[in-house]
């Protein structure tokens, strides 16, 4: 059976000014991925699905579209003697911690979920206290938003902003000519980790950061005064940080038609053959980032877990588009990889037992290999699981995964350089908390 939404794969700037948008929006009547079926196991989505940020939040609903008809024509998730179908349930937090916090309470009380997985960052600190209070198992894809307060949160998958790392490392080593960095990020819980994530890497790799980094307001709408400050300093690289898709593409778009000719560095590249059209393929050639597209030769080595990654890819490109593919895709379904998993050793679905067989012996297929779960040093506790991660670079107008490189190499040896611009900019855990 296969599974359609019915939301099509248009840009998100049109699907917003159409009227099913605007329902949409009013009455979070996002469709249920269901099956016909009484032994069914139901999973919350608490995500961004309209939005500006709905670029890290809709796409990975769809990838999840995809792991259900997958999982479901294979039987299902075998939990003790039972094999349970999978449902998921959508609910559209919008980016703000009060509709996440509603959302959180439906999806336990009203739809009986058994899992929640969210975006995390802003939303967290709404959802944080029903978490605790009706011990509901949630993951985040921002380790940023663990302390030692969260039990029940994990980041099993996606380790923002630490992967950073990885990208500055690879570019130091292979264009060693460049020596200078601007960096530009929207002010909020993503781009305030990230920024000190890239001053850490920066300095690790002897990369000047010129100026203070450029926090614009996530209201900002013209990039062209933001970029032409930024070529003021005369960088060899221009940093984007962890800027969402709606500011990444203005940002790239200004650096072309103002000029710039260096090195362009940026957690993600989202519909980055968008960005192509709006510059030039010579002008995009070189451009580092930290997530692939999933037909990539590389992701068929056998330290990778993710299922079937170019078939998924394949799939993904046929239900909902080409171009549409963006860096959480994936991400989900590869969370949901690891929770049923755990669910079937467990033979339960109750949350902390859930975790508990998530977590036994400190390590976790993560999906770019066996990865531990770690963190306490950076956010107090061990949740996340960390271990390699790819850098990719557009070649010729395709992303390609250079390296997988390891997370917790860089760390040990500069561990104290990230913890110093984390306190900095008042993102440590106990400045959190």
């Not at 059976?1 to 159409?18: E, P, V």
């Not at 989900?332 to 037992?353: F, H, V």
């Amino acid at each position: 059976m296969t599974t359609k939404l019915t939301i099509s794969a248009i840009n998100r700037r049109d699907f917003l000014s159409t009227t099913a948008a605007a329902t949409l929006m009013a009455g979070t009547s996002f469709p249920r991925i269901s099956f016909a079926t009484e032994k069914v196991v139901k999973i919350g989505f608490l995500a961004p699905l309209t939005g500006e940020v709905a670029a890290w939040g809709k796409p990975g609903l769809d990838g999840c579209s995809i792991w259900a008809d997958w999982t479901n024509a294979d039987g299902g998730i075998k939990i003790g003697d039972e094999a349970y179908k999978v449902e998921f349930v959508p609910y559209d937090d919008e980016y703000d911690p009060g509709k996440a916090r509603t959302g959180a309470v439906k999806l336990i009380k009203e739809d009986g979920v058994k899992f929640i997985m969210m975006l995390g960052g802003d939303p967290w600190p709404g959802v944080s206290p029903v978490s605790e209070k009706e011990k509901m198992l949630f993951s985040t894809l921002l380790p940023s938003d663990l302390t030692p307060e969260t039990k029940l949160l994990v980041a099993p998958c996606e380790v923002h902003p630490i992967y950073n790392v990885t990208g500055v490392e690879w570019l130091a080593e292979n264009k060693p000519d460049v020596k200078t960095a601007v960096i530009v990020a929207q002010d909020d819980s993503l781009g305030k980790p990230s920024v000190a994530t890239y001053l850490a890497a920066f300095e690790a790799a002897g990369i000047k950061v010129l100026g203070d980094p450029i926090f614009f307001d996530p209201a900002t709408t013209d990039f062209a005064p933001i970029m032409s400050k930024m070529l003021a300093f005369k960088p060899d690289i221009i940093c984007l940080d962890t800027c969402y898709a709606d500011y990444v593409h203005p940002l790239t778009e200004q650096a072309f038609q103002q000029g710039f000719k260096g090195q362009m560095i940026s957690c993600t590249a989202d519909f980055y053959p968008k960005m192509i059209e709006k510059t030039s393929k010579e002008f995009m050639e070189g451009f580092i980032f930290q997530f692939p597209d999933f037909d990539d030769p590389a992701l068929n080595a056998p330290h990778v877990n993710f299922r079937k990654p170019n078939e998924f890819f394949q799939e993904y490109v046929k239900r909902f588009g080409e171009g549409e593919w963006s860096a959480v895709s994936w991400e989900y379904a590869s969370i949901m990889d690891l929770w049923s998993d755990a669910a079937g050793r467990a033979g339960t679905t109750d949350p902390e037992a859930v975790l508990e067989a998530m977590q036994v012996g400190g390590t976790g297929r993560q999906a770019f290999g066996e990865a531990n779960w770690w963190g306490k040093e950076l956010f107090g506790i061990d949740n996340a699981l960390v271990g390699l991660w790819p850098v990719v670079v557009i070649e010729d107008g395709k992303a390609s995964i250079k390296e997988f490189k390891s997370i917790p190499a860089w760390w040990d040896k500069h561990k104290a350089l990230m913890i110093k611009h984390m306190e900095a900019l008042n993102q440590m855990y106990y400045q959190r908390s």
